[in-house]
Nanobody, 129 residues
């Protein structure tokens, strides 16, 4: 599985960005994509990588870390094998490299980096005050 993240950039506080992550692979299909819980995690300079949001493979329920609830929205498009992170009302503390990640099935939604099976290359989000 290959994950390609895009959409990062430099914005001012209060602005919006939409990150995209396209999944692909030699035998990848929309059915395959639907078998993965997709997540976004981020890593700020000098800090550990942390969970941001995830969307479940089984029921498409969404999960967020408390600091982004109400501002960030994760969604997925099975026809395009793509997961999105809509980021509104951005704050300087949202500045980080954002990574998309995939976890094959599983009982619980992964909320730590070590639980994910595949990773994208990361996209930089910088929010100025």
């Amino acid at each position: 599985v290959q994950l390609q993240a895009s959409g990062g950039g430099l914005v001012q506080a209060g602005a919006s960005l939409r990150l995209s992550c396209a999944a692909s692979g030699r035998t990848f299909s929309s059915y395959t994509f639907s078998s993965y819980t997709m997540g976004w995690l981020r890593q700020a300079p000098g800090k550990e990588r942390e969970f941001v949001a995830a969307i479940s493979w089984s029921d498409s329920n969404t999960y967020y870390t408390d600091s982004v609830k109400g501002r960030l929205t994760i969604s997925r498009d099975h026809a395009k094998n793509t997961v999105y992170l809509q980021m509104n009302s951005l704050k300087p503390e949202d500045t980080a490299v954002y990574y998309c990640a995939a976890k094959l099935r599983g009982v619980r939604v992964p909320m730590t980096p070590r639980e994910y099976d595949y990773w994208g290359q990361g996209t930089q989000v910088t929010v100025s005050s």
